[in-house]
């Protein structure tokens, strides 16, 4: 059973353009997670969709969007791109509420912005 | 405010040696706990997981992890490190019954001496 996949592996944008980030959810899962791994910030949650609806959203600014399809694949858009959005951008999935929330991670996007 | 201290952002352990990772947590409610590596460009892999009952908990590769709650921690251990043990080790904490984010801590970089 394929895990959670992540695309692009590597993204290099410069600042002021658009980023998206795609994430497919191990088949069966309904919930997807992104958190941003920024170098010495650690791993920080930024958005949680959950039957194509956002349920939470961590502390980023508007600029920061996303959507869930409904085959419960995920997008991450980043507009206005600038240089401390260089991070690893990993994406999570979990089955449907009340399986305990063990979530799984892809190996992410690495996003430079120049 | 929900928390998460991994107060060793480095250790280095030798080959064949016995491991122990920290980590408290400050939380409000009773918490699921996490243990994930991240191997170098590589996304995030349950070690193992606490929700409730028996309070060792035997994960993958050889880990355990022991929740006191009287300590507000939940170290991580291994009898014997393997050079391939090398990466950084997050503990994470989520809410009971609750399917939103969970909180990481800023991660332990283990190294292994030969």
């Known amino acids: 059973e394929a895990g959670v996949t992540q695309s692009p592996t590597h993204l290099i944008k410069t600042r002021g353009q658009q980023a998206t980030l795609r994430c497919s959810p191990i088949?069966?899962?309904?919930?997807v997670y992104w958190y941003q791994q920024a170098l010495g910030l650690g791993l920080q949650f930024l958005l949680w969709y959950d039957e194509g609806e956002e349920r939470n959203r961590g502390n980023f600014p508007p600029r920061f969007s996303g959507r869930q399809f409904p085959n419960y694949s995920s997008e991450l858009n980043v507009n206005a791109l600038e240089l401390e959005d260089s991070a690893l951008y990993l994406c999570?999935?979990?089955?449907?509420?009340?399986?305990?929330?063990?979530?799984?991670f892809g190996a992410g996007t690495r996003l430079s912005v120049l | 405010a929900q928390s998460v201290t991994q107060p060793d952002i480095h250790i280095t352990v030798s080959e064949g040696a016995s491991l122990e990772l920290r980590c408290n947590y400050s939380?409000?409610?009773?918490?699921?706990l996490f243990w994930y590596v991240q191997s170098p460009g590589q996304g995030l892999q349950l070690l193992l997981k606490?929700?409730?009952?028996?309070?060792l908990v035997q994960g993958i590769k050889g880990f355990e992890a022991e929740f006191k709650r009287s300590q507000s921690s939940f170290n991580l251990r291994k009898p014997s490190v393997h050079w391939s043990d090398a990466a950084e080790y997050f503990c994470?904490?989520?809410?009971?019954?609750?399917?939103?984010?969970?909180?990481f801590g800023k991660g332990t970089r283990l190294h292994i001496l030969p």
């Open positions: 999570a999935s979990r089955l449907a509420a009340g399986a305990g929330n063990i979530q799984y």
């Open positions: 939380y409000g409610a009773t918490p699921y």
């Open positions: 606490y929700f409730s009952g028996d309070t």
């Open positions: 994470a904490v989520g809410r009971m019954n609750r399917d939103d984010k969970i909180i």
């Open positions: 088949s069966g899962h309904t919930s």
